[in-house]
């Protein structure tokens, strides 16, 4: 049974920083795209970032380039969100998905999902 499992989330000021973790387990995700997507109160879930599993190439939403990076820890099957410069409009429950196409997962359709991780960005 895969399971993905994101922490991380909390309360932090404009400004500041938080990192997600996303850990991965049942199945081989060697041939994977790892993403995050977020969803804010009464908005569609959005894309925020991808990663390959193999080779390491990087997709994100042009909302968060130059301040969200995406990283991965083969060893531990780990996939993170590194935010930095948070803004109100960033407050939204983070998820992270997986499926072994690219395309599938940023375009919201992987097949696999976590149950989400809070992030609320005061000003």
């Known amino acids: 049974q895969v399971q993905l499992v994101e922490s991380g989330g909390g309360l932090v000021q404009a400004g500041g920083s938080l990192r997600l973790s996303c850990a991965a387990s049942g199945r081989t995700f060697s041939r994977s795209t790892m993403g995050w997507f977020r969803q804010a109160p009464g908005k569609e879930r959005e894309f925020v970032a991808a990663m390959t599993w193999i080779g390491g190439s990087t997709y994100g939403a042009d909302s968060v380039k130059g301040r969200f990076t995406i990283s991965r820890d083969i060893a531990v099957n780990t996939v993170y969100l590194q935010m930095n410069s948070l803004k109100p409009e960033d407050t939204a429950v983070y998820y992270c998905?997986?499926?072994?196409?690219?395309?599938?997962?940023?375009?919201?359709?992987?097949?696999?999902w976590g149950q989400g991780t809070q992030v609320t960005v005061s000003s």
């Open positions: 998905a997986a499926d072994d196409g690219t395309s599938a997962v940023v375009a919201g359709r992987g097949r696999y």
